[in-house]
């Protein structure tokens, strides 16, 4: 095992958020947007100045300095600026966790349909840069599964050829990512182009529709105020339409104090505390070219894969990411699935029985549905990684400063303990 002084480092970059810690640990040490600002004069290209040049702000620093523009290095889950991301890993290591990279062994997590080119990227900088011993690249579906399998046991081995189906939904959109015997089966994988970014763009187009009073630089904290403490799923639209109608109590205020004028602003939030979440499950609200809603992609992507998995599939659906974290979520996404389910198990037996004219008495086993969220279901996949990091085989399956040497970026297209099968 490891010592206090060299545990295993686990990073966890996503489109909104940046999770970093010490493997084995129950919870990150930190957690900060992934959001790097520059001067307004500067351009951010691969090509910008090395890491020699400290004038930037990484995480929430990044915000509300005069003269600098965020930007966000991380689009749909993929690193699109490499130059970008390696500052935020630099800050990671140096800033938050204040350790000496050569140290640690490090886990990072990548989202399913990550390139083997931005892999190599990732060897390239924490060999060449950060100089660490050996790092490991994981999937972070598998790692969600893992956390869920976690939030089950009190301690002990567990195993690491899970099964189920990881619906991710994170800021910048929503993955159905099926994983059996702990192979992601890329080939049914299904994503929904929506997310906890635009979940924030309908509030904030609502809110200013209204012409809400609220100062343009609050506007952004009042629709996270929404967004967080107002918004759930409903279970019928037209019969919440008409609740709010009926009973006014169910319109609700948010408030803040501009830190320029020190007034106090008060807005009201109506229709889009059930409307937001509901874009999920009726995605044409947001644009008419998003017809699926989130239980049919589920469906189709457990149809996709092999008869012999699919009852696993169905009886472990792991909900993960902080756009799932809205009130009455995983029971709204449970009750569509089963009726889908149920619709077509009744129509197949009613088919065979047609067929067989009544000759034969048909009896068919139900399929069970279980969508379940782990604990902390914002962080599960960096909570899988922990738990990963921290075995002992861990180092043993990483990619090492020598293999890397001597044969370069592209060992880090090897994947020893969790797998992709394309």
């Given at each position: 095992m490891f010592s206090i002084n060299n545990q295993p480092i686990v990073i966890d970059s996503g489109t909104g958020f940046t999770k970093v810690?010490?493997?084995?640990?129950?919870?990150?040490?930190?957690?900060?947007?992934?959001?790097?600002?520059?001067?307004?004069?500067?351009?951010?290209?691969?090509?910008?100045?090395?890491?020699d040049d400290l004038d930037y702000f990484v995480g929430e620093q990044a915000f509300g300095k005069t003269d600098y523009i965020p930007t966000y290095p991380i689009q749909h889950g993929i690193i699109q600026d490499w130059n970008s991301m390696e500052r935020i890993y630099d800050y990671s290591i140096y800033q938050e966790l204040r350790c000496n990279p050569e140290d640690h062994y490090f886990l990072i997590t990548e989202p399913f349909n990550n390139t083997p080119e931005n892999r190599e990227y990732t060897a390239e900088v924490m060999f060449e840069t950060f100089n660490v011993p050996g790092m490991y690249i994981a999937t972070q579906a598998v790692l969600c599964l893992y956390a869920n399998e976690l939030s089950k046991k009190d301690g002990g081995a567990m195993n690491s050829a899970v099964s189920g189906v990881v619906v991710d939904a994170g800021e910048g959109g929503t993955s159905i990512i099926p994983v059996a015997e702990g192979y992601v089966l890329g080939a049914a994988v299904k994503t929904l182009p929506l997310g906890g970014h635009d979940i924030s763009e309908f509030i904030l187009?609502?809110?200013?529709?209204?012409?809400?009073?609220v100062p343009s630089e609050d506007i952004l904290d009042a629709v996270k105020q929404v967004k967080e403490s107002l918004c759930?799923?409903?279970g019928n639209l037209v019969k919440?339409?008409?609740?709010?109608?009926?009973?006014?109590?169910?319109?609700?205020?948010?408030?803040?104090?501009?830190?320029?004028?020190?007034?106090?602003?008060?807005?009201?939030v109506g229709y889009e505390q059930f409307l937001a979440p509901e874009l999920f499950f009726n995605p044409e609200i947001l644009n008419p070219e998003y017809t699926t809603p989130l239980a049919n992609l589920v469906d189709q992507t457990i149809m996709r894969c092999p008869v012999d998995v699919r009852r696993p599939l169905y009886s472990n659906i792991v909900v993960a990411g902080g756009s799932t974290k809205f009130k009455g979520f995983?029971?709204?996404?449970?009750?569509?699935?089963?009726?889908?389910?149920?619709?077509?198990?009744?129509?197949?037996?009613?088919?065979?029985?047609?067929?067989?004219?009544?000759?034969?008495?048909?009896?068919?086993?139900?399929?069970?549905?279980?969508?379940?969220?782990p604990k902390k279901r914002e962080i599960a996949s960096w909570m899988g990684g922990s738990y990963v990091a921290s075995q002992d085989e861990f180092v043993g399956a990483c990619v090492t400063k020598a293999e890397y040497e001597e044969k370069g970026a592209k060992v880090a297209r090897?994947?020893?303990?969790?797998?992709?099968d394309y």
């Open positions: 810690g010490f493997a084995g640990n129950g919870a990150p040490t930190a957690i900060f947007p992934t959001a790097i600002a520059y001067p307004s004069h500067k351009r951010t290209t691969r090509s910008f100045q090395s890491l187009r609502r809110l200013r529709e209204r012409n809400e009073p759930y799923c409903c919440e339409f008409f609740a709010f109608d009926e009973d006014r109590s169910k319109f609700k205020t948010v408030s803040g104090i501009n830190a320029r004028t020190q007034q106090k602003w008060t807005i009201d995983d029971k709204r996404l449970s009750r569509d699935l089963k009726r889908i389910v149920k619709a077509r198990y009744d129509a197949n037996i009613s088919a065979v029985r047609a067929k067989l004219q009544g000759n034969l008495e048909i009896q068919g086993k139900e399929m069970e549905v279980v969508v379940k969220p090897k994947n020893a303990l969790v797998k992709v």
